[in-house]
């Protein structure tokens, strides 16, 4: 094992997911009642019973200008990739020659009271992020919000930013323009992502590059207990910025403010 520390980040190289994780099914959602229309930012979309006890609401926060969100869930595919129907499976979709993107919250809920409830720790794979080259080159763009640590095959087509850390803010976009056809269970092209004490999460999808015409991509989440099968995988942990590190950056710059 291979541990480096670099700017309060620390990267492993062969560490396992963690095992025991919840495990949630997104089958089947009715849209809720609240005034927005159907596939528009507002609109919130019940899933019932995605654990024992547990609904989930799906809400779209924001569209980019240019952008939509064109199905809330694919559902899932024939065989032999039945499971994808237990994954939550949206499509945003983009115009030509522009950088697009849909953001999202799912909120857990007591499917008795409605009220809030944690999950508990779960881990969520990003499946298939991968591009288009047949349309000029396009790129699938993710970025997830407040988790503890990730995971990616190391050499993978994917190119990984840290934009927060507190919280936690990191984007994932495809070096490949191109990819598996449909949604691929190849590790190669997913990112695992950790959670705990989990009542909400919130992630960005989108896509970027180059485009002659509009282009929808199909987005895969997956919140099953059984970690992907990395040959090689390599995780990175996003701690909290300590309190003597914050009083360091603000003392850099109060130092940079006053040179100024």
Known sequence: MVVIMAAAITVIAG????????????????????????LEAGAVYLFADVAAGVDALVSIDFISPGALVSQIDNGGPP????????????KVQGAADQDHYADFTISFVDSTTGEAVSVGDLTMAVMDIDGNNQLGDTYERVTLYG??????????????????????????????????????LDPTYAVEAD??????????????????????????????????????????????????????VAGLIGARRRRS
């Open 15 to 38: 560490w396992a997911a963690p095992v025991g994780a919840q495990s949630l099914r997104f089958t089947g959602f009715t849209q809720v009642s609240n005034g927005y229309a159907d």
């Open 79 to 90: 065989p032999p990739n039945e499971a994808l129907y237990e994954y939550f499976q949206p």
């Open 147 to 184: 988790l503890d640590a990730y995971r990616y095959e190391d050499g993978a087509p994917l190119a990984d930013q840290i934009i927060s850390m507190d919280p936690s803010e990191v984007q994932f976009e495809s070096t490949a323009a191109g990819g598996p056809q449909g949604i691929s």
């Open 195 to 248: 959670y705990s004490d989990v009542t909400s999460l919130s992630f960005r999808l989108g896509l970027t590059g180059t485009r002659s015409e509009d282009q929808t991509r199909l987005y895969s989440l997956n919140f099953y207990d059984t970690p992907l099968a990395y040959s090689s995988p390599t995780t990175v942990t996003t701690p909290e910025v300590s309190p003597l590190a914050l009083l360091a």
